[in-house]
């Protein structure tokens, strides 16, 4: 079975900077997708950012990127230029291409960005 | 995307009730998913609701205690029975982009507590 760790219950960033969050996860499948999504107070899951495995590239969206290095099985997160509006819970998932019924979601980190 | 109403947001419940939670959908899916979120924890998926068939229960969870409704391509309910302090979670409905998974939108969720 398919798991997804993250080992950082919490992070905190400073307006303007730069931070990066961890996620591994644990699959024997080739074909399968990667998401980034965040949770504010709110509970509303916002998508952030997703990653096809078989792309080498690394997904961008804006002030978020990724680094997935696939035969590592790791899937980071960087936030640049960090805002106030990025605090909140973040939850790394895989989906298999093989089994579409389900998201499998990380544990989360959450996220404090100070000013 | 698709826009997702939840209801209701939140409850406050007896033990021994029961809650019934709805979901309805802007567009039509073949697919709606219902996730639980035990305080502080990540998602883990409950059930898939097919329209016109019985909805497929993930491992720990069984029709008799989630029972789940699907009776059109736009609507969904999940009710949480016999409920006991254990099943206080946010519960959130969830649907796939249409004509692919690699997106998945949720609703706002349901903050269930049971006294």
């Known amino acids: 079975a398919q798991t997804v760790t993250q080992s950082q219950p919490e992070m905190s960033v400073q307006e303007a900077e730069t931070v990066t969050l961890s996620c591994t996860y644990d699959?024997?499948?080739?074909?399968?997708?990667l998401f980034w999504y965040k949770q504010p107070p709110s509970r509303q899951m916002i998508l952030v950012i997703r990653?096809?495995?078989?792309?080498?590239q690394n997904a961008t969206e804006n002030r978020f990127s990724v680094n997935f290095q696939k035969a590592a099985k790791s899937f980071s997160l960087k936030i640049s230029d960090s805002q106030l509006g990025d605090a909140a819970m973040y939850f790394c998932?895989?989906?298999?291409?093989?089994?579409?019924?389900?998201?499998?979601f990380g544990t989360g980190t959450r996220l404090q960005v100070f000013p | 995307s698709a826009v997702i109403s939840q209801k209701p947001s939140r409850d406050i419940c007896q033990r021994g009730t029961s809650l019934t939670i709805q979901c309805q959908v802007d567009?039509?899916?073949?697919?709606m998913f219902w996730y639980r979120q035990q305080p502080g924890q990540s998602l883990t998926l409950i059930a898939t609701?097919?329209?016109?068939?019985?909805?497929?229960?993930e491992s720990g969870f069984v029709i008799d205690k989630f029972p789940i409704s699907r009776p059109n391509l736009t609507f969904s309910t999940l009710t949480v029975s016999n409920m006991s302090p254990e099943d206080s979670s946010i519960y959130l409905c969830?649907?796939?982009?249409?004509?692919?998974?690699?997106?998945?939108?949720f609703g706002q969720g349901t903050r269930l507590t049971v006294v």
């Open positions: 969830s649907v796939d982009r249409t004509g692919s998974y690699t997106e998945a939108f």
């Open positions: 699959t024997s499948e080739s074909d399968y997708y």
């Open positions: 990653q096809e495995a078989y792309k080498q």
């Open positions: 998932a895989y989906r298999s291409s093989y089994n579409t019924d389900k998201l499998i």
């Open positions: 567009s039509q899916v073949t697919m």
């Open positions: 609701a097919n329209q016109g068939s019985e909805a497929t229960y």
